[in-house]
């Protein structure tokens, strides 16, 4: 059964820097596509970026040039790193695992399972005040 587990939420002031990570288990048999999606109250879910099995990163434009996705195959981890938050990435943040391949970018209505993505974490507060 595969898992997907992130730690608590977080707060920080406009300006500042948080780092959210998330480790994957029972996923078989190669390395998955991870990433992160997020959705605020009354917000599309929507990318915010995602690692591919062979380490290729995509970042949506909102937060590309601040956030840095890594990923650590050896303890089945994905992080995101979040530097010069704004009140605008107030969300809950899910982490995401799939098998390889090529999948959408466009956001979605709900942030849960989806044929694209089909294994969610529980979400984690991220509160930029």
């Known amino acids: 059964q595969v898992q997907l587990v992130e730690p608590g939420g977080s707060s920080v002031q406009a300006g500042g820097s948080l780092r959210i990570s998330c480790t994957v288990s029972g996923f078989t048999p190669d390395d998955p596509d991870m990433g992160w999606y997020r959705q605020a109250p009354g917000d599309a879910c929507e990318l915010v970026s995602t690692?591919?099995?062979?380490?290729?990163?995509d970042y949506s434009d909102a937060v590309k040039g601040r956030f840095t996705i890594s990923r650590d195959d050896a303890n089945n981890a994905v992080t995101l790193q979040m530097n010069n938050l704004t009140p605008k990435d107030t969300a809950v943040y899910y982490c995401?695992?799939?098998?390889?391949?090529?999948?959408?970018?466009?956001?979605?209505?709900?942030?849960?399972?989806?044929?694209?993505?089909?294994?969610w974490g529980q979400g984690t507060q991220v509160t930029v005040s």
């Open positions: 995401v695992a799939a098998q390889a391949g090529r999948k959408p970018r466009a956001p979605m209505a709900y942030c849960r399972p989806n044929v694209w993505w089909p294994y």
């Open positions: 690692v591919t099995s062979d380490s290729i990163k």
